[in-house]
């Protein structure tokens, strides 16, 4: 099993990505100031800041200093470009697959190293990816999408998680991340794109998710 860790500025990258799709998404639902800021630091680091407090650890995002700025910045930005990046649906479906692959590997990761069961890997690695999301969702009083009809992103997710978990303690640190981020992305960009519904029950109407 590994104990490297990814670099402080894959974090920041994958976080303030996440921030400022949160804020672009807060503004083109006419969130006021103070909501599309909570969205976008939420969105980027909610599920970060979770894992940490499932794992007794205190929020990497609380102890060092640079999370928060960066973060209201990225959010900033997303608030204020959202009339360019909403309308852009391939390029907001690229960088949101690959925030969530980059959010999987790095919880993954961090619940690796902290010695914890398989299992829980596989749901940190995906809770450090959705949670934030979640949260606006419930804020914004919509269904969240990791529950509705949302294609593979959380497929992708879980998969992604499984493969770095699984590469990670048999084979290699560095391959784990690139084969999780690949993985998450492929399955999210390509599912929207050819419009494979979202695993269903047998017999479930897939209307009934949207």
């Known amino acids: 099993m590994t104990s490297e860790s990814l670099p402080l500025w894959f974090d920041l990258l994958a976080m ?3 921030a400022l799709f949160g804020g672009a998404l807060a503004r083109s639902r006419n969130f006021p100031i103070y909501g599309t800021l909570f969205a976008g630091v939420v969105s980027g680091l ?3 800041m979770l894992r940490d407090m499932l794992l007794g650890k205190e929020p990497v995002a609380i102890s060092n200093w640079i999370f928060i700025p960066t973060i209201l910045v990225a959010t900033v930005l997303g608030a204020l470009l959202f009339h360019k990046l909403i309308p852009i649906q391939n390029y907001f479906l690229v960088m949101r697959s690959l925030a969530l692959g980059c959010l999987v590997a790095i919880g993954s990761q961090v619940a690796l190293n902290d010695g914890v069961p ?3 890997v596989v749901f940190l690695g995906i809770g450090t990816a959705t949670f934030g999301g979640i949260i606006v969702d419930v804020v914004a009083n919509q269904r969240a999408t990791i529950a509705r009809q ?5 497929s992708g997710m879980l998969v992604g998680a499984v493969v770095f978990a ?4 048999y084979i290699n640190f560095w391959l784990a991340v690139f084969l999780c981020i690949i993985t998450v992305f492929c399955l999210s960009f390509f599912s929207v794109k050819r419009n494979w519904p979202s695993p269903m029950w047998p017999g479930q109407d897939v ?3 949207s």
């Open 16 to 18: 303030s990505i996440a």
């Open 46 to 48: 909610g599920g970060g």
């Open 118 to 120: 398989f299992a829980s």
């Open 150 to 154: 949302a294609h593979w992103f959380g």
């Open 166 to 169: 699984v590469v990670s303690f």
């Open 207 to 209: 209307s009934s998710t």
